[in-house]
């Protein structure tokens, strides 16, 4: 009996000390996790968008729309009509007469308070003008180079067939024979060189009959740089379109009742193949002259960079002025 008493004590004891035997074997059995980490929370991916440079373009200043309160005070020739170019033999006559001159005033400058310094005026042999005043020639046969460079402002060339206004900083060929007015601006920028054509009565008549004469009235116009102004009593012909001076020209067009033209002429053609322009290189010109010919020279290669050098022709059996190669002695004044 206390055997047994001693070993329910015992057992007891044991309990006390190590707990139910089942719960030690679920305590020993048991895996034993260790505790989850934190939840990671990742930031939110943000999408690169590639940065797109975008071009960047020179800014042009707006320019205003072309100017329209003047028109062209001339009356085209119908030129779409090919009958009326064949029988001259000239290149289509493209050229836009707008382009080429604009109307201006009637009212040219007093060149009386001019001074001769600055005016430079030379001619081929045949010539015939005067000088009354230092900034007025008046011419009544041949050619002129007339050139302006300050401190003259002004000279005023008058022909039979209508006047010539020269500004500062311009120069100008006016040739003026057997009733022909021929205008060639070498470098009046603007309205540099205007031309006012006199009003004339042309006559028409056709194999022996006489038709109503048409009347023309006076006319004003200021002539691009690089273009030829020709203005006649009669129809122009051929000939008269392309003469035989050396000069290049492209782009004709015909104007009242084809007694007027205008055209593009090649600077350059006219520096290699006029008297008045090839004798400025002589030994002879003076630094005023050389000076000149270096200012066309320039003025020459950006007329051909701005308007093209290709298209210009010249007229049939070309040479020097009068048909002759043997140029002839320059006269200047």
């Not at 320019?63 to 779409?80: A, C, E, I, K």
């Not at 009637?106 to 081929?124: A, C, Q, Y």
């Not at 402002?153 to 209508?162: D, E, K, Q, S």
């Not at 057997?178 to 601006?185: E, F, K, P």
């Amino acid at each position: 009996m206390q055997s047994k008493l001693k070993a329910v004590s015992v057992n007891l004891l044991l309990l006390a000390i190590f707990g139910a035997p089942g719960a030690a074997l679920a305590q020993s059995v048991s895996p034993s996790f260790p505790s989850a980490p934190p939840p990671v929370v990742s930031a939110p991916v943000i999408p690169v968008v590639p940065v797109q440079t975008q071009p960047v373009f020179p800014v042009f200043p707006v320019l205003p729309p072309p100017r329209t309160d003047f028109t062209l005070p001339l009356v085209p020739t119908d030129y779409t009509n090919a009958s009326m170019v064949a029988p001259l033999g000239v290149s289509a006559p493209i050229l836009n007469p707008a382009n080429a001159v604009k109307k201006i005033d009637f009212n040219f400058k007093d060149p009386r308070s001019e001074t001769e310094d600055g005016i430079m005026v030379k001619h081929l042999p045949g010539a015939q003008y005067e000088r009354p005043q230092p900034a007025a020639i008046h011419l009544s046969e041949g050619t002129l180079l007339v050139s302006v460079r300050r401190p003259a402002h002004l000279a005023i060339v008058t022909t039979p067939r209508g006047d010539i206004s020269i500004d500062s900083d311009a120069e100008v060929i006016i040739r003026y024979e057997d009733g022909i007015l021929r205008v060639l601006n070498l470098s009046g920028l603007g309205e540099g060189i205007k031309v006012r054509i006199h009003g004339s009565e042309v006559s028409a008549s056709l194999n022996g009959q006489s038709f109503e004469s048409v009347k023309h009235e006076p006319r004003a116009m200021a002539l691009k740089v690089g273009h030829e102004l020709v203005s006649s009593d009669h129809a122009l012909s051929r000939s008269e379109l392309r003469p035989r001076d050396g000069v290049a020209r492209r782009h004709f067009a015909l104007l009242e009742d084809k007694c007027m033209a205008v055209s593009e002429f090649s600077l350059e053609s006219a520096l290699d193949k006029m008297t008045l322009l090839v004798d400025l290189q002589t030994k002879v010109s003076g630094v005023r002259e050389r000076r000149i010919l270096g200012d066309l020279a320039k003025m020459a290669a950006v007329l051909n960079y701005m308007n093209g050098a290709q298209g210009f022709e010249h007229g049939l059996e070309h040479g020097s002025e009068h048909g002759s190669e043997k140029r002839p002695q320059l006269g200047s004044n």
